[in-house]
């Protein structure tokens, strides 16, 4: 079915293709970007500045491999630059676009291929730069070469062949979720070179296109067509039905078959079809297979060479054809519909309500990912149940922006994110910690009240002490507020429940007396808590402790020991220090952080500039410790048990004895990660289980299980489990680059922390001749070598984890037939119009011997073919006294070997007419002398005849041959060896000798 995008996608894409051309228009990019190449590591590029006014250049080197992108910039007077560290064998991807301000240009970009020395010829390749033959990133689809590999290509002008094919794969993005490409070449038929499945990354496919081997035959492109239809856009050769599909069909002359029904069907099941005409290609039918219109599919040009005259405009068109395709794909099963009006409710400074429409597609779930716009806050993400429409996110920053995208999820598959964009609240805290809720507190003042204060700056004290007081809401059922103060020893002023309203405390704090002595801070803090925060005091459960300590001078007993037993009490501690105070004493005694928790002034008339800061401190504090308190009362999950335990997940299971839960809150991170951010599931309240997903194997997790009640949020019950080992077979395993000794191996990775990986094989049929390789890392490519030629191998691939070896997967590998060239041409028994010829035969198992031959000096060229058990042929035909060209070749059931080239002449008209006369014959001698001959003697062929009756030749044509010459008419005349001769076209062929 064919799925459309939505408005909002094309909307998006026509606002990206306007802000591009807009920008295009503002900044003009670089040109003719050129490379150079210094040595076997580093490449110099350079490339003429555009006329538009600019402030420099960006450049970024890619490639297929694991190497980290490099990008750098340069100024505006750069027009060159070096690029180091390249590896050999590895394709870079080099772009380079100008920019002014936030305005840039369209890049343009080159590759880069240094070949290592081990690599044909040892030398570099020439880097190929391109102004815009790479395609966007967003094209990826299912792309198909069907090729014309038929006689009238001719080997020497495959490579351009090759060469286009290199360029337009090369344009795309490859990979396994990315463009996928599948070479046909066809003539009396077709033959997959390699599937859509087979090359998954751009230097392996690269790789493959230049080994490709020229087929010859007839021209049979209909047959092609659904060669095509049938064997390569299938799921089996690895096409995806809701990716884009494309063949790019490229001939050189008229079809021997009918095309039109099968580019019909190709493109009836959303195939765009493209064809480049060379030479002597038809337009008729080419407009008969190409997609429409036809001005953008078909390109024709005069020759091979004139093909890299179309080659931009060529591969360009084929790029957009793909992202047109975006736009109604031809698709066997749905895509992940999104979900739709995402919304943000009750922003707080820490949470956020999220709402959303439900996808309209079958989905499994969704996955809300939390991103800051600020460095140092964490992210989060959040998966839900596919019923789920709105969710309420925690432990945001405050005052932080965040990105918020909302992917549906089928499987593992997410859908498009819906995206907006919220900023959450800053914190903010009331002087009086009462707004709005309501506050419980016991706070107890601890004043020095040691002699080195004074009478004047006591009276400091008390007016500093009535602004903290008037700071709270004071009531039995609120805030409570006891002060003691102490010097050499402690003595309570009032205590907790003393006072229940605002007035009696304040007129308390304003007639308190100052009484004088040492400075003894560890005794008091001892006496706070056993005298003061005690349930006969007023001191409360349940309800925050504040201890706010006010001294001008260092401590004259011991004081740590105190402070930390007051701490661990539950009592929030904050120091204040006055002219004499040692800094490094208070942060001792109070709480962390120092900065929230600790305040110095310079005299006693600088209380008011700390006030402010003060009491907002121990307010935000008050209500987070209320928070905890109240978590500590509502009913936590408690028995959190694990099952199901894999590599990449496991279920937790817990219990919660509650009935008014409304939802539970799953967060789970690695334990040992202890910057990381919490991934987090959201469950309904009678929901007491579920499988946590998308987990790295062999990693201790720790998982948080919150219960969420009409409240808030009970504290979090934690537990730890450990995924294990994950193991499994290789995928997609196949063999290329075959030659007569050697093939590659390849295939997708094994899951898990793969060491190496093993291979055997052997011939089919022996497994006594088993061998055995492995890698030396988890890489998953490998060459097998000192092979058989033209022999199947079964090749077991098996992964090796630290714990032992993974399950294997077989396939079978075929080496190609040794081929080669005959050896030792001979020509012998020249005539006027025929000529014998002999060789010796060429290597491996030859079908059939085709003769080629044509005079030197220019003319038409004729062939025969003999069978591939013969060694000698005659020539017939042949003009007097003309020198021939003779091209020997061996034909294989793969193709054809090299040509064995030489020459012979036939005799001149008067040579003919001259006979041998043979006398005085024994076994062993005879004479012979030449004459003309006259009427009544003998034609030649009746003497050889009647010669040949008398006695039959006992030797092969061994000596009285010449290699690609004439043999000496003075040499014949002395001595004359016959030899029995058997042509193609039968037996019995009669021997002329000549003077």
């Not at 026509?14 to 503002?26: G, H, K, P, Y």
């Not at 080419?286 to 024709?300: E, G």
């Not at 009331?430 to 309501?438: F, I, P, R």
């Not at 509650?658 to 809150?665: G, M, N, P, Q």
């Amino acid at each position: 079915m064919k799925s459309r995008l939505s408005l909002a996608a094309a909307a998006a894409l026509l606002a990206l293709l306007l802000s591009s051309t807009q920008a295009q228009e503002r900044v003009n990019p670089p040109s003719d970007l050129r490379f150079k190449i210094l040595n076997e590591n580093t490449v110099q590029m350079m490339w003429s500045r555009p006329q538009s006014r600019i402030q420099g250049y960006r450049i970024q080197v890619t490639s297929d491999t694991e190497e980290p992108t490099k990008e750098f910039s340069l100024p505006a007077s750069a027009t060159k630059t070096s690029i180091s560290d390249l590896s050999p064998d590895v394709d870079y991807v080099v772009t380079i676009s100008a920019y002014a301000g936030s305005e840039e240009s369209l890049p343009i970009s080159g590759t880069i291929t240094l070949q290592s020395s081990g690599s044909s010829g040892g030398t570099s390749r020439k880097p190929d730069a391109s102004d815009s033959v790479k395609c966007s990133y967003s094209a990826i689809g299912d792309v198909a070469f069907l090729v014309d590999g038929s006689w009238s290509v001719g080997r020497p002008n495959f490579k351009y062949i090759q060469k286009i094919i290199s360029a337009t794969a090369g344009a795309f993005q490859v990979g396994e979720d990315k463009t996928r490409v599948a070479v046909v070449q066809y003539s009396n038929d077709a033959k997959a070179e390699f599937n859509l499945n087979t090359h998954m990354t751009r230097p392996a496919l690269l790789r493959a296109i230049g080994s490709l081997e020229y087929k010859g035959g007839d021209t049979m492109t209909g047959d092609a067509l659904n060669f095509v239809l049938q064997n390569t856009f299938t799921e089996a050769a690895g096409s995806r039905s809701s990716f884009p599909k494309v063949l790019v069909i490229i001939t050189d002359g008229k079809s021997e078959d009918s095309v039109e029904s099968y580019a019909r069907q190709l493109r009836d099941r959303g195939v765009e079809i493209f064809v480049l005409g060379i030479q002597q290609a038809d337009e008729a039918e080419m407009k008969l297979m190409a997609s429409t219109p036809h001005r953008n599919h078909i390109y024709n040009v005069a020759t091979f060479e004139a093909i890299k005259n179309v080659q931009k405009e060529f591969i360009a068109q084929v790029c957009a054809g793909v992202d047109d395709q975006l736009n109604s794909l031809i698709s066997g099963e749905e895509v992940v519909e999104p979900a739709s009006n995402l919304q943000v409710l009750e922003v707080a400074s820490k949470s956020i309500r999220v709402n959303w429409d439900a996808s309209i597609g079958e989905v499994t779930g969704y996955k809300l990912q939390m991103i800051p716009m600020m460095t140092g806050s964490k992210r989060q993400e959040l998966y839900l149940g596919p019923g789920q429409t709105s969710v309420v996110v925690r432990d945001l920053s405050p005052d932080t922006e965040y990105q918020i995208s909302l992917f549906a999820l089928k499987g593992l598959t997410p859908s498009e994110p819906v995206v907006v964009m919220q900023k959450t609240q800053p914190v903010t805290v009331s002087l009086e910690c009462s707004l709005g809720v309501d506050v419980q507190a016991d706070v107890v003042l601890l004043v020095d009240g040691s002699y080195s204060i004074g009478l004047a700056n006591f009276a400091k004290v008390r007016a500093f002490l009535e602004v903290l007081v008037n700071s709270f809401d004071i009531g039995p059922n609120k805030v409570q507020i006891s002060l003691v103060q102490y010097s050499r020893d402690p003595h309570t002023e009032f205590y907790l429940n003393t006072h229940h309203d605002l007035n009696a405390v304040v007129k308390a704090v304003r007639t308190f007396p100052y009484r004088g002595g040492s400075t003894n801070t560890g005794r008091a803090m001892t006496y706070v808590r056993e005298k003061i925060f005690q349930a006969n005091r007023g001191a409360r459960a349940h309800v925050p402790r504040v201890n706010i300590l006010i001294t001008d001078g260092k401590s004259s007993d011991a004081f740590q020991d105190p402070a930390t037993k007051l701490r661990n009490s539950d009592v929030e501690i904050f120091a204040v220090g006055v002219k004499d105070a040692v800094r490094s004493e208070l942060e001792a005694i109070a709480n962390t952080p120092a900065e929230t928790h600790v305040y110095t002034v310079e005299d006693f008339d600088a209380f008011q500039r700390i006030s402010k800061e003060l009491t907002q401190s121990i307010c935000l504090r008050i209500e987070q410790e209320l928070r905890k308190i109240h978590q500590r009362r509502l009913t936590q999950p408690r028995n959190l048990q694990f099952s199901e335990v894999g590599a990449r997940g496991f279920r937790a299971t817990w219990e919660n004895s509650a009935t008014d839960v409304e939802s539970y809150f799953v967060q789970f991170k690695p334990a040992e990660d202890t910057d990381g951010h919490y991934v987090s599931m959201a469950l309904p309240g009678e929901t007491l289980t579920t499988y946590i997903p998308h987990l790295n194997p062999l990693t201790r997790y720790q998982v948080n299980v919150i219960a969420q009640y009409e409240k808030g949020d009970s504290l979090p019950l934690t537990g730890h489990e450990t995924t294990l080992e994950e193991q499994g077979p290789v995928q997609n395993v196949r063999v290329s680059e075959e030659t007569t000794d050697s093939f590659r191996v390849s295939w997708q990775p094994a899951p898990g922390a793969v060491t190496r990986y093993r291979l055997t094989y052997e011939p089919v049929g022996d497994e006594s001749s088993r061998l055995e390789t492995t890698t030396a890392g988890p890489e998953t490519t490998t060459v097998l070598q000192k092979l058989l030629p033209k022999t199947s191998y079964r090749v077991t691939v098996s992964p090796e984890y630290p714990s032992g070896p993974g399950a294997p997967v077989q396939t079978l590998g075929t080496t190609k037939e040794a081929r080669g060239s005959p050896r030792d041409l001979r020509v012998f028994d020249e005539t006027m119009s025929t000529m014998k010829v002999s060789w010796e035969p060429a290597p491996g198992n030859v079908l059939q011997y085709r003769l080629a031959f044509r005079p030197s000096a220019g003319g038409p060229k004729k062939e025969i073919s003999v069978k591939g058990d013969n060694t000698a042929a005659l020539l017939k035909n042949l003009k007097p006294g003309t020198q021939y060209d003779i091209f020997i070749t061996a034909r294989y059931s793969s193709g054809l070997g090299d040509p064995l080239q030489g020459q012979g002449t036939t005799l001149e008209a008067n040579d003919a007419a001259k006979i041998l006369i043979v006398s005085d014959e024994t076994e062993h001698t005879m004479k012979s002398h030449g004459r003309r001959r006259g009427q009544g003697d003998p034609l030649p062929a009746e003497a050889c005849s009647r010669r040949r009756r008398e006695r039959s030749d006992p030797q092969g044509p061994g000596r009285g041959h010449f290699h690609n010459h004439e043999a000496p008419a003075a040499q014949a005349q002395n001595h004359l060896q016959t030899s029995p001769f058997t042509p193609s076209t039968g037996t019995g062929m009669e021997k002329q000798g000549k003077e």
